[in-house]
């Protein structure tokens, strides 16, 4: 029998692709929703444990996320680092033992963007914040809608803790976008303090006139508390010593209101965020030189876990955790622009690009009972994903806005289900309006890469000499084979292009009937 030889098997390619893509086929929820991949049966056991909790607790569960500012994935212990990094972290580590440790976790490359996201479950091109407004910017969720406000009228209490740096204008500080108590600061660490640090800047200290200038400069440099709908409250001007203790303040108020919750009938909405471990890093009491390392940055991570091992021994003693969704993460890659007071990823590049090291983050969900104890997932998770998964907790789905487009997925029977498996297809990184990468599975995918004048790829995107470059063919990666992003791999896996083209495509085209949202905060010139 003669054999029969296929003339061109480059014909091979489109057929398998789409036999590829038929079995991790996405499915829309709604028009305005990011299509979810389908696993019924997680599905439904998420749901079983979630009523057999309601039903012996008679109370909706509670929502706590720790968000640190700057903390790199390889910095926890359970992600790499503790104690082979100069920094302990027993109690990250321990919810991570105890609960599902996610390693491919994805935040934006800088914090604002992901704070907003975070919030409304939407990308920065949607709710308008592209990058971190600096001092006294229009910035803010205007016209956003937040899960604390979908939760808060739907009988949560939600309490915003730490860092907000959404904009100081009034009509968008926490009180007044859904959150019933906020006590924190309104901007990020930094602008507080590098203006009076004589080590960094002593030709502002030393020269009156300057100092003067910024001390009566238009924005809020206190340490603030409000209620919903209240004006703020300030508590104390944040000086160097101010800043150093913060982190203890804000522990303080929320070891306060998870035990307020306690006794309360209302479940709760908590986000605590720390001020650490962004710099510049200044040690709080008894905490100089703690770290086996002994550099500032070292010290603050084992701060950091203190506090979170703090909050837990709450949640415990008062009875809470067995009702208490955990998740742990980071608002973006480390800032090495600022090393040695720094993080630490394996990955490449940090804070301010799309590199596997500016976006991946720790992330770990912990709820004793619920969770089961010692998973780990390299599923996908982005943090939008914890909108839509806070409101799927608190059975409010319905209330998810239908006027606008929701990035976030329901992530619960992911993170419930005793095996389960992500619900995410792809993962979307943008720089500003910028659509830089894409993650699906193991793969990834740059359309812009960031590039840096001394060759390193560690920049925020404006500290040094960093600017994008278009890749004109785009460069695909496998994660798996080379996690550092060094060898694109198309030449040998030109399957995977189409791929990335139709998801890419899909992605781009939700903008034609939901717009990008003009930007809140531009840079300046612009």
């Not at 104390?236 to 203890?248: G, H, L, R, S, W």
């Amino acid at each position: 029998m003669k054999e029969k030889h296929l003339k061109n098997p480059c014909l091979l390619i489109p057929a398998v692709v789409f036999f590829l893509w038929t079995m991790a086929a996405a499915s829309y929820a709604a028009d305005n929703l990011e299509p979810a991949l389908s696993h019924p049966e997680q599905q439904k056991q998420a749901e079983s444990k979630l009523a057999a909790l309601e039903k012996k607790i008679s109370k909706k569960p509670n929502i706590l996320i720790f968000i640190v500012d700057d903390l790199g994935w390889g910095d926890p212990g359970a992600f790499g680092g503790g104690e082979a990094v100069g920094a302990p972290t027993p109690s990250i580590d321990r919810l991570a033992r105890e609960g599902l440790k996610l390693t491919s976790t994805y935040a934006q490359p800088t914090c604002s963007p992901t704070r907003g996201t975070l919030n409304t479950g939407r990308l920065p091109i949607r709710h308008g914040i592209w990058r971190p407004p600096l001092y006294n910017e229009p910035g803010g969720l205007d016209g956003e809608i937040t899960a604390a406000g979908i939760l808060s009228d739907s009988g949560y209490k939600a309490a915003m803790v730490g860092k907000w740096h959404l904009g100081e204008n009034k009509n968008q500080q926490p009180q007044n976008v859904g959150y019933d108590e906020f006590f924190g600061f309104l901007g990020v660490s930094t602008i507080y303090t590098d203006w009076r640090d004589e080590h960094f800047n002593p030709e502002v200290v030393y020269k009156k006139e300057r100092y003067d200038a910024i001390e009566k400069a238009p924005f809020n440099k206190n340490l603030v508390a409000a209620k919903k709908g209240e004006d703020l409250r300030e508590i104390k001007e944040i000086t160097i010593p101010v800043m150093a203790q913060i982190d203890q303040d804000f522990a303080d108020y929320s070891d306060g209101f998870i035990r307020r919750m306690a006794e309360d009938k209302k479940p709760f909405y908590l986000i605590h965020a720390f001020s650490k471990v962004h710099y510049d890093n200044y040690p709080a009491k008894g905490y100089a030189g703690k770290s086996p390392a002994a550099q500032v940055y070292k010290d603050a991570v084992v701060e950091v876990d203190d506090i979170v091992g703090r909050l837990i021994k709450t949640l415990e003693e008062t009875g809470q955790a067995e009702n208490t969704f955990v998740f742990f993460t980071s608002d973006n890659g480390p800032e090495e622009d600022t090393w040695p007071d720094s993080g630490h990823t394996p990955f490449r590049g940090a804070k301010g690009s799309t590199w596997e090291g500016g976006v991946r983050v720790p992330g770990i969900a912990w709820w004793p009972g619920t969770i089961p104890a010692g998973r780990v997932s390299d599923g996908l998770f982005d943090l939008g994903d914890l909108f839509n998964t806070s409101l799927s907790l608190a059975g409010v789905t319905d209330k998810i806005p239908t006027d606008r487009y929701i990035d976030g997925i329901d992530q619960s029977s992911f993170l419930l289900a005793d095996n389960g498996m992500s619900n995410r297809k792809s993962v979307y990184m943008y720089i500003q309006n910028k659509f830089t990468a894409l993650r699906w599975q193991e793969y990834k995918y740059h359309r812009y890469i960031v590039e840096v004048g001394d060759g390193e790829y560690t920049a925020t995107g404006s500290i040094q000499n960093s600017k994008l470059v278009e890749a004109a063919y785009g460069l695909p990666y496998n994660l798996y084979l080379d996690p550092k992003e060094r060898k694109p791999i198309g030449i040998r896996k030109l399957w995977t292009v189409p791929i990335f083209g139709q998801e890419g495509a899909r992605h781009m085209k939700t903008f034609v009937k939901y717009p990008p949202k003009k930007p809140q905060v531009v840079m300046p010139g612009r």
